[in-house]
């Protein structure tokens, strides 16, 4: 099992979203995040000043599917996330060595 963790524009979370269930991913978790990177955050002007917005606002997924299922997500959140502009975000996948459903005690692919 893997899990990805995707860090997204928030502004595409719908569609990532939307992708993820047409490839059948089942359940993920999100949170808004905030980070930098090499967008370098946002030089603005206000009231006669300027600052930078360091960190700015991202959205996090994070997926736990099967092995087998791995490549179709990731295609499915870069085909959907993609602007093409700097700060689409990244992709983490890592291995998961164990799942336990709390409710039933499965583990393994079966809890996935």
Do not use: W
């Not at 595409?12 to 993920?28: I, P, S, T």
């Not at 206000?46 to 087998?68: A, M, Q, S, W």
Request: aromatic residues 4%; glycine residues 10%; proline residues 1%.
């Amino acid at each position: 099992m893997k899990k990805i963790v995707a860090i997204i524009r928030q502004e595409k979370l719908e569609d990532v979203k939307n992708a993820l269930v047409e490839v059948g991913c089942q359940g993920m978790n999100l949170a808004e995040v905030k980070g930098k990177g090499r967008q370098r955050g946002l030089k603005e002007y206000y009231r006669g000043h300027n600052y930078c917005i360091e960190f700015l606002p991202k959205t996090k997924l994070e997926i736990v599917v099967n092995d087998n299922q791995v490549e179709e997500v990731v295609d499915a959140i870069i085909k959907s996330g993609r602007t093409g502009e700097i700060g689409d975000g990244k992709i983490f996948i890592s291995n998961i060595e164990e799942v336990i459903r709390i409710r039933t005690g499965e583990r393994g692919e079966k809890a996935v």
